[in-house]
């Protein structure tokens, strides 16, 4: 399978059931079965695990009444307006769905044959488990992604010492993406991963492995309708892509670059590392571009340290087991090869 895939990994948390509970104080007469109101309290407040006929029941109960014909009041988020359609979906019921619906729709991706996979990151916490149920026959429901998986995560409770649980996400991450690379191949695949659900505490691991993976990112505030996309500092792409531009620490002029040098450029610039003079032909780096350069001084640096003394060993060593031509190119094993055409200490 070669098919061009975009999938984002969303971290879930528990919003879509606590503002499904500020939805039922405010309309008692829609949510008209109190005892499952008691229940989806119980589950909130006590992390009360139900038997699989009772979660069913509740989650049902919860899309039907929660994620379709009500939507957020335009002047109070924190409260809700009765749709007059009891069938529009309520793509505010939670962190997650608001910003998975947005971004998609932002990308053009919100098609009559989606083509997307989501995966949500569930605790294993059975009121995270039950949302990212919820949330994933929301999503299949509206054709939001062709794909929607739940990873669950043994031992990222935040109530409890979680390194473990980072650990088991990275292993499970480091999964997902091989069975990714193994169906679509790197070239067809284009990841991101979506924090806006979750505990906030989890972000900065994932961004660490977002930004080594080279995965974009993608967030917004529940409360709120901008998203904001993060494109992670890759030093593959910078130093190998991009060296000329990149080393160069003071302005650029555009006029002294080659067409795949500004074509580079531009794709930086577009992703927020360099802006544009106005009515002038040079670039100078962003805040992001400048954080951007010093890390990749940085890797620069440890390559120097680490082939700067030993370079000419290492490079004999090389020759010596894998010929190289002058230009670089391998000689091919029926080429009768001697190293003392080539000079050396």
């Not at 879930?12 to 606590?18: E, M, N, P, R």
């Not at 006590?46 to 002047?75: M, Q, W």
């Not at 191949?185 to 977002?210: E, S, W």
């Not at 990149?246 to 670059?257: A, M, N, P, Q, T």
Request: hydrophobic fraction near 35%; include cysteine.
């Amino acid at each position: 399978m070669n098919d061009k895939r975009n999938v984002a990994i969303v971290s879930v948390g528990t919003s879509i059931l606590t503002n499904c509970l500020r939805a039922i104080q405010q309309f008692p007469e829609v949510f008209d079965e109190p005892e499952l109101n008691e229940l989806i309290m119980k589950v909130i407040q006590k992390n009360a695990k139900l038997p699989t006929a009772d979660e069913e029941v509740l989650s049902n109960y919860i899309l039907r009444k929660f994620c379709y014909g009500l939507s957020r009041h335009p002047d109070d988020s924190w409260k809700w307006v009765i749709h007059s359609d009891s069938s529009a979906p309520n793509i505010f019921a939670s962190a997650e769905l608001q910003s998975t619906y947005h971004f998609f729709q932002q990308k053009g991706w919100l098609t009559d044959s989606p083509q997307e996979i989501i995966y949500l990151i569930s605790t294993d916490t059975f009121k995270c488990e039950l949302s990212a149920k919820i949330i994933k026959a929301f999503l299949l429901a509206e054709g939001i992604g062709h794909e929607v998986h739940i990873e669950r995560i043994v031992g990222l409770d935040v109530t409890t010492n979680y390194a473990k649980g980072i650990e088991n996400l990275f292993v499970r991450l480091d999964d997902v993406q091989s069975k990714l690379q193994t169906n679509y191949r790197d070239l067809n695949l284009t990841i991101y991963f979506n924090f806006t659900g979750g505990y906030k505490g989890v972000i900065p691991k994932l961004q660490r492995y977002a930004d080594v993976h080279g995965f974009r990112i993608f967030y917004q505030y529940e409360m709120q309708d901008t998203i904001v996309e993060l494109n992670p500092i890759s030093h593959e792409l910078d130093i190998l892509t991009n060296t000329y531009i990149h080393l160069k620490e003071k302005k650029i002029y555009g006029k002294w670059l080659n067409t795949q040098q500004k074509k580079s450029l531009e794709d930086l610039s577009e992703k927020g590392f360099f802006i544009k003079e106005r009515g002038g032909n040079s670039y100078q780096r962003t805040s992001e571009g400048k954080l951007a350069y010093e890390s990749i001084k940085k890797v620069n640096l440890q390559i120097l340290k680490l082939f700067g003394f030993n370079m000419e060993y290492y490079f004999f060593e090389l020759l010596l087991n894998e010929p190289l031509f002058p230009d670089w190119t391998v000689v091919r094993r029926s080429v009768k090869f001697d190293s003392n055409d080539y000079e050396t200490r």
